[in-house]
C-alpha cells in the first residue's frame, strides 16, 4: 500500500502502568496508511514515539509556560498564539507574523508537496539555556531531534529533505513556522525550511548556516 507521511494519534489500542507511568499504544493514521507509535504519560506530560523507516520520533508536549521558538508569531487562527495551542488549533490554521497573514496548505495540498529551494538550521541557542523551548504546534523544541521549521505544511507533518549539494537525506517531522524575514537579513524569508541541528548535522551542512535542498511529503517505505 503507497502511503504518505502525515500523523495523528486517533486508535488507542492499549493502557497500562509501567514505573509510574501511564503508556497507550497507538496507531499514527497517515494520509493513505497508518504507522504504529507509543505514548509515555506522566507527571502532566505527555510523549509519543513512532519511527519512519530508520528513523525515530520523540514527540513531547511542552509546559504552555514555556517560550515560543519564533516569538515573532502573533496570532494563530486570529487567538493569542498559546491559547490556540492549548485549544488545538494550529494545524493549518491562518497566523500572522509581524502584521503579515500566511495560510497554511491544507491536508490534501500537503499529499503532494514537493520543492527545491535553500535550507537553513536553527534553534543552537536552546542548547544552553536553563528552560524549555515551545514549538508553534506546542511540542518541546529539541535540537537533538529530527525536527523542522515549515511556512506552509500542516503541523504536524513528515517530509523528506535531500541535500542537493551531497545527496544526503533525513525525514523530519515538521512541528514549528518559519523561515521568516529577519530584520537584519530580509532574504531569509525566501528559505522554504528551517531544519533542527540534528538534522542539518544529519545532512551535513552544521557547520554551516544553508544549503540547497529537495524537501518532499514522502512514502513510508521510501525512508
Not at 521558538?69 to 494550529?90: F, S, W, Y
Not at 507574523?97 to 541557542?125: L, N
Not at 523528506?160 to 523561515?179: A, E, F, I, W
Not at 548556516?209 to 512514502?219: A, C, L, P, S, Y
Request: proline content about 4%; aromatic content about 8%; hydrophobic content about 35%.
Amino acid at each position: 500500500m503507497r502511503k504518505r507521511i502525515y500523523f495523528q494519534l486517533v486508535v488507542l489500542v492499549a493502557v497500562f502502568n509501567l514505573a509510574g507511568c501511564v503508556v497507550v499504544e497507538g496507531v499514527y493514521d497517515g494520509i493513505t496508511g497508518t504507522v504504529k507509535g507509543v505514548y509515555y504519560v506522566a507527571s502532566g506530560t505527555v510523549q509519543g514515539v513512532y519511527q519512519v523507516g530508520k528513523f525515530t520520533f520523540n514527540v513531547v508536549k511542552a509546559p504552555i509556560e514555556w517560550s515560543l521558538m519564533n516569538d515573532d508569531i502573533e496570532t494563530i487562527d486570529g487567538l493569542p498564539v498559546k491559547e490556540a495551542i492549548r485549544l488545538g488549533r494550529v494545524k493549518n490554521s491562518p497566523y500572522r507574523v509581524k502584521g503579515k497573514m500566511y495560510y497554511p496548505m491544507t491536508v490534501a495540498e500537503a499529499q503532494t508537496y514537493r520543492e527545491t529551494g535553500t535550507a537553513s538550521w536553527y534553534g543552537d541557542e536552546t542548547l544552553n539555556q536553563k528552560d524549555g523551548h515551545m514549538t508553534a504546534n506546542g511540542e518541546a523544541f529539541n535540537p537533538n531531534g529530527l525536527s523542522a521549521a515549515h511556512k506552509h505544511l500542516p503541523l504536524p507533518t513528515n517530509v523528506k529533505v535531500t541535500n542537493l549539494q551531497n545527496g544526503r537525506s533525513v525525514v523530519v517531522r515538521v512541528n514549528d513556522r518559519g523561515p521568516f524575514p529577519s530584520d537584519h537579513n530580509p532574504a531569509s524569508g525566501r528559505r522554504i525550511i528551517d531544519l533542527s541541528y540534528a538534522a542539518a548535522k544529519q545532512l551535513g551542512f552544521h557547520s554551516k548556516g544553508t544549503t540547497r535542498v529537495k524537501v518532499e511529503t514522502i512514502e513510508i517505505d521510501d525512508a
